[in-house]
């Protein structure tokens, strides 16, 4: 059996978002679950695109995500270089192949004659003009230096099918197919022809990459069969949507994987994520490891339809992996949040306070607002329905709740959580109107990771008899 070898080819313009992420991870687990290889390769052939460090951003998103590739261009490889800017002369040689054999010719149309064959569907298809220039002409155009490019012959009769992993049998109409351009007049190839090029001689076994490349892969075959190259097997991948009417767009800033990141998601609980969309496990798990994923996956299992991103969805898992870290990895993660604090607190019980309450990292400032916005909050906090409680109470209950807790000899959850317990029965009131009143003076927050007994073990005896005593006064 020849080697599996996956490529994940992405073009270094910008953020990596979560269709590039999700070639990615299936590119990795593919070649995995196979013993094959996983290859990066950076095409940068579309020089005006181009983002500042987006290479960096690729390869520490790869990083991030634990997605180690076997060849590339940090990395090396025998089939290098991994970079489609340094691999000039190899297209330029495989360009003039094609022209030799009659399946590519040079055009030199300039701009104006080019604007002059849009239709009105706004559809610009080359019409095979220069491939009927005589050899005098172009060897004429070319002494003079006239700009050119090298466009790709397509024949306008017969039809062209392939195989798609994922959608099947596909057959198109060659005349249907546009003369695309191969090498720009810039030198440089285009997506369309450095990808075949390079497939070919890294001897790329499975092209995965998105539905929208379906409507170019005849072009491509025809190339393969101009040079008597083997084809690849193609997946190509449904679209990822925001919506049911819009695709993920990395233009529109959708689904930024390190936005995610920064906003205190786990790489781990992304990849889980995102493996999900567009693929079924066949099984009723939702949480799933790497090296569960590379054990299950299989091309059987890529949907053909399009999935929708749901960031609730991601939030929940998120929040499943959080709750399961070790509890000093936690504390390293949720510390960068802390730092803001000014009142002392116990740091380790707050991270256990809230490791089972957030969906992200960037939960915690909200959560812990509380602890240094506490001055002159609304004293009708007091008066809640739900709890049944009113500013009348609060006036009765909190002055015998500030004397007991005074005395209150060992400071613990449970013997304060005892003490509000015994309390209820002197002043004859429900426990959960005495734990409302009581965690509303200590926090002056209707919403708060904790209970009252915690929130005193939390901010200290000395802080907690201080509230009390500031909210007796105004009350």
């Known amino acids: 059996m020849t080697e599996i070898r996956t490529r994940f080819a992405p073009s270094p313009t910008g953020f990596m978002h979560i269709g590039n992420l999700r070639t990615a991870l299936y590119c990795y687990l593919y070649a995995r679950h196979n013993n094959g290889k996983f290859i990066l390769r950076i095409e940068d052939t579309d020089q005006q695109r ?33 970079v489609q800017s340094e691999r000039k002369t190899i297209y330029a040689k495989y360009a003039q192949q094609l022209i030799e054999k009659g399946a590519a010719y040079y055009c030199f149309c300039g701009k104006e004659r080019l604007d002059s064959l849009v239709d009105e569907s706004g559809t610009r298809k080359y019409d095979k003009h220069c491939l009927h220039l005589s ?13 050119y490019v090298i466009r790709q012959n ?6 062209t099918t392939f195989i798609d992993q994922v959608y099947g049998e596909i057959t198109v109409e060659n005349k249907e197919l546009h003369d ?6 810039d030198g440089l190839p285009t997506y369309n022809f450095a990808n075949v090029v390079d497939d070919h001689l890294m001897e790329i076994s499975h092209v995965f990459r998105g539905m929208e490349y379906l409507s170019s892969t005849p072009n491509y075959n025809l190339l393969y069969n101009a040079f008597g190259w083997e084809i690849p097997q193609y997946v190509h991948l449904p679209h990822i949507m925001r919506d049911k009417s819009h695709k993920l767009s990395k233009r529109q800033g959708d689904a930024n994987f390190e936005d995610f990141y920064n906003k205190g998601y786990l790489p781990e609980a992304i990849l889980n ?4 969309l567009g693929w079924n496990p066949k099984t009723e798990q939702e949480q799933f490891s790497l090296e569960e994923l590379v054990q299950l996956f299989d091309i059987a299992g890529i949907s053909k339809s399009s999935a929708i991103f749901d960031p609730v969805k991601l939030r929940w898992l998120n929040g499943l992996y959080i709750k399961e870290m070790d509890v000093d990895e936690f504390l390293t993660r949720a510390l960068p949040f802390y730092r803001t604090v000014k009142t002392p607190v116990s740091i380790a019980l707050l991270s256990t306070l809230l490791q ?13 607002a509380f602890i240094d916005n506490y001055d002159n909050y609304d004293l009708a906090l007091f008066e809640n329905k739900d709890a049944k409680t009113t500013l009348d109470m609060a006036r009765q209950t909190l002055p015998v709740v500030l004397n007991a807790l005074r005395d209150l000899q060992q400071w613990t959850n449970e013997a304060i959580f005892s003490l509000y317990s015994t309390l209820t029965e002197t002043l004859g009131i429900k426990k959960k109107q005495l734990l409302w009143i009581v965690r509303i003076a200590l926090t002056g927050h209707a919403s708060t990771p904790c209970g009252a007994s ?5 901010i200290g005896k000395k802080l907690s008899l201080k509230r009390l005593e500031e909210t007796v006064e105004r009350l």
């Open 50 to 82: 181009q983002v500042e460090n987006a290479v960096e951003v690729i390869y520490n998103t790869l990083l991030l995500s634990g997605l180690v590739h076997d060849e590339g261009p940090d990395v090396g490889g025998s089939y290098g270089p991994y």
């Open 454 to 458: 915690e929130m005193c073990v939390l």
């Open 135 to 147: 050899p005098q002409e172009i060897s004429d155009n070319l002494a003079s230096g006239i700009p």
């Open 356 to 368: 089972s309450r957030i969906g992200a990292f960037t939960d915690i400032p909200e959560k812990i």
């Open 180 to 185: 695309n351009v191969l090498m720009k007049s």
């Open 154 to 159: 397509v024949p306008l009769d017969g039809t």
């Open 273 to 276: 994520y995102v493996a999900l």
